[in-house]
């Protein structure tokens, strides 16, 4: 009988989101009474604003005539989009080319891997994202599961005794580096300092930064870098990957990007721009045209504005949330650039306190644990909701738990 790939077999545990999906759905099934609130998995919940909605309305319409009829499109996007995503997001720093659309960044995420194949030092910040690391796994980089973590990942602390920025001597030569600002779990956001000293240490040593920017538009400080295309030197030692989802809440609909400058290059002196082109012509067959046209009038003035005040009625909750938390004494960061807090339980067990809450409150939220070995203790709370649910979710926290 045909093997099973041996890395498949080295993830241990089944992917974080659909495990806290099976938990609620086992509560609800022992409660039918509770009406469940969720400030656990980043999923948007509010409807797409008019102008975007009428930008994939028109795009899908457009389909059904003659004249606007499209088949398969390139694989690297429509240039349109791709000109308008180096204009607004890059202020042309990045050129049009530079820019690869995708359908969203978790699939950039798996696909980027593929770049560096298997035997890639890889680190992270410890908490982060988790595909970072099961991606890693999958490939072939990630190794064997070690009682905390993956034996080939090096998991650099961010916590508050470093002010959630690694330490840079941690860094792997001729590796890979993920880095994710605004931060998921934490909500805390590098400041340009930060940056710059993380993209001089990358350059020492040779590592290539991924550089996860899905939450830059929750940024309302202005002076905190939104990519990391803003700092000198990044060109020769970056990937940036983007999205759509939760700027304009196109989790569903499907669309991001990812810039590779053409700049950074392997030791061999090949450029990884033409590799990147070649892995998204092969495996990929470009995003949704009608995602496209969507994404097209976000990036106009009235998207833009639209953007704006979605990403502003999220960090509206955040800061409910934030009060909430505030209240009952629990110290807590994040919220303020980012639709994530970050919620400290001392001495207590994440999966624990996630099933007291949701016992107690109904509220589903995710376990600081599931991030990495530092986010024990922890428990990340998630500003996307209904602003009426959110407020529920608030008054439970505050009265029950
Ligand atoms: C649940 C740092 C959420 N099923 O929508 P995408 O693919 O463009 O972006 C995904 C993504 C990329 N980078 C970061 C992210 O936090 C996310 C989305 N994360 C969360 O709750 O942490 C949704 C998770 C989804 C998933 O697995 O991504």
Aim: proline share 5%; net charge negative; with cysteine.
């Amino acid at each position: 009988m045909i093997k099973r790939n041996a890395c498949l077999s080295n993830l241990t545990a089944g992917y974080l989101f659909p495990e806290i999906g099976r938990r609620r759905r086992e509560f609800a099934a022992a409660h039918p009474e509770a009406r469940i609130i969720s400030l656990g998995i980043g999923n948007t919940t509010e409807p797409l604003t008019p102008h975007i909605d009428a930008g994939l309305v028109e795009g899908a319409r457009r389909l059904g005539t003659l004249e606007g009829y499209s088949g398969y499109g390139d694989e690297q996007g429509l240039t349109d989009l791709r000109e308008r995503i180096a204009a607004v997001f890059y202020d042309g720093k990045m050129a049009a080319d530079e820019v690869f659309v995708s359908d969203g960044a978790k699939c950039d995420i798996g696909r980027l891997q593929l770049l560096f194949g298997g035997n890639v030092e890889v680190a992270v910040q410890d908490p982060s994202y988790p595909v970072y690391v099961d991606g890693s796994v999958l490939i072939g980089a990630g190794g064997a599961w070690q009682g905390t973590g993956y034996a080939g990942i090096r998991y650099l602390p961010c916590t508050a005794a470093n002010d959630y920025f690694p330490d840079l001597a941690q860094l792997p030569t001729d590796g890979l580096f993920y880095f994710c600002s605004p931060n998921n779990p934490t909500g805390a956001v590098a400041s340009r300092a930060q940056l710059t000293a993380l993209v001089e240490a990358a350059r020492q040593r040779g590592t290539v930064i991924v550089f996860d920017a899905a939450y830059a538009e929750y940024i309302r400080d202005p002076a905190l870098p939104k990519s990391i295309f803003e700092i000198p030197g990044s060109r020769e030692c970056a990937i940036e990957v983007n999205s759509f989802s939760k700027p304009i809440g196109f989790t569903g609909v499907r669309l991001g990007w990812t810039v590779v400058p053409k700049e950074l290059k392997y030791a061999s002196g090949e450029t990884v721009w033409a590799d990147w082109n070649r892995i998204c012509t092969t495996v990929f067959n470009g995003a949704s045209n009608v995602a496209q046209y969507g994404g097209l009038a976000s990036l106009e003035p009235a998207g833009l504005k639209e953007m704006r005040e979605l990403t502003d009625f999220y960090l509206g909750n955040a800061a409910l949330i934030r009060a909430a938390l505030g209240e009952l004494g629990i110290s807590c960061i994040g919220g303020d650039n980012a639709p994530y807090l970050w919620a400290h339980f001392p001495g207590q067990a994440s999966w624990d306190v996630f099933a007291r809450i949701l016992e107690k409150c109904h509220v589903v939220t995710t376990p600081g644990s599931g991030f990495g070995p530092a986010g024990e203790g922890f428990i990340r709370f998630s500003a996307f909701g209904h602003r009426a649910d959110v407020e529920e979710a608030c008054r439970r926290l505050v009265e029950r738990l």
